[in-house]
């Protein structure tokens, strides 16, 4: 399993970026996918996950309405759309590849390596 992130940088409050993840190694449209950030100094934050057909997405409060989710299950490749970003959107972020279990819930048992974003004026 690999998921290698890209689209990361730098931008101003207010800006946009896109974010993309690449996954090989498994049957992509068969598994939830869900992005976690990490700041500095702080422990990861889920953000959020789309289902297998991307019909149904889900968002943590601080990114609705701002990011969008989203996957081409043609191209193995799943996206995050950032709007209106904010100072306090700056951290690493992973795609991740969800596993549910009804012991555990939500787990995530493959990540990337991350695409930082900063936003900074």
């Known amino acids: 399993v690999q998921l290698v992130e890209s689209g990361g940088g730098a931008v101003q409050p207010g800006g946009s970026l896109r974010l993309s993840c690449a996954a090989s190694g498994f049957t992509f449209g068969t598994y939830h996918m869900t992005w976690v950030r990490q700041a500095p100094g702080k422990g990861p934050e889920w953000v959020s996950r789309i289902d297998t057909g991307g019909g149904r997405t889900y968002y943590a409060d601080s990114v609705k309405g701002r990011f969008t989710i989203s996957r081409d299950n043609a191209k193995n490749t799943l996206y995050l759309q950032m709007n209106s970003l904010k100072p306090e959107d700056t951290a690493l972020y992973h795609c991740?590849?969800?596993?549910?279990?009804?012991?555990?819930?939500?787990?995530?048992?493959?990540w990337g390596q991350g695409a930082q974003v900063t936003v900074s004026s």
């Open positions: 991740a590849r969800g596993v549910y279990t009804a012991f555990e819930g939500w787990t995530y048992d493959y």
